[in-house]
Nanobody
Framework: QVQLVESGGGLVQAGGSLRLSCATSGRSFSRYNMAWFRQAPGKEREFVASISYSGSVTYYADSVKGRFTISRDNAKTTVYLQMDSLKPEDTAVYCC?????????????????WGQGTQVTVSS
C-alpha cells in the first residue's frame, strides 16, 4: 500500500508562486512514476505534470508549460510542484498520484495510488 500526502496549498494572488509537496510512503518510491493532477469546481480532473521514476523525463500540460516545474527527491520519497506566474484559472484541488509500473505518463487510469489533495486558490 502506498500513501501520499500533499501539502503546500493556499491562497495566493495572481502572478505569485506556490510549491506543493507530496510525501510518499513505501520502500519502492524510486521505481514509481509520479504525477500531479488537478480538479476545479464543476470540472473533470485533469493532468498537470508527471515525472519518471529516475527524474529524467517530465511531461507537462500545455496550460502550465513554462510556469510549473515538477521534481522529485528519491531519498526523501517526495515529489514537488513549483508553480510560478499563477493565474486565477489555476485554482483547483491538486492531487499527486503514483504509478507503480513505471510506465505512466499523463492518463488518470495509469496511476494506482492517489493523495487526498491540497487546495490552491489564486485571486485576481
Amino acid at each position: 500500500q502506498v500513501q501520499l500526502v500533499e501539502s503546500g496549498g493556499g491562497l495566493v494572488q495572481a502572478g505569485g508562486s506556490l510549491r506543493l509537496s507530496c510525501a510518499t510512503s513505501g520502500r519502492s518510491f524510486s521505481r514509481y512514476n509520479m504525477a500531479w493532477f488537478r480538479q476545479a469546481p464543476g470540472k473533470e480532473r485533469e493532468f498537470v505534470a508527471s515525472i519518471s521514476y529516475s527524474g529524467s523525463v517530465t511531461y507537462y500540460a500545455d496550460s502550465v508549460k513554462g510556469r510549473f516545474t515538477i521534481s522529485r527527491d528519491n531519498a526523501k520519497t517526495t515529489v514537488y510542484l513549483q508553480m510560478d506566474s499563477l493565474k486565477p484559472e489555476d485554482t483547483a484541488v491538486y492531487c499527486c498520484a503514483a504509478d507503480i509500473s513505471g510506465y505512466g505518463t499523463k492518463y488518470i487510469w495509469e496511476f494506482d495510488y492517489w493523495g487526498q489533495g491540497t487546495q490552491v486558490t489564486v485571486s485576481s
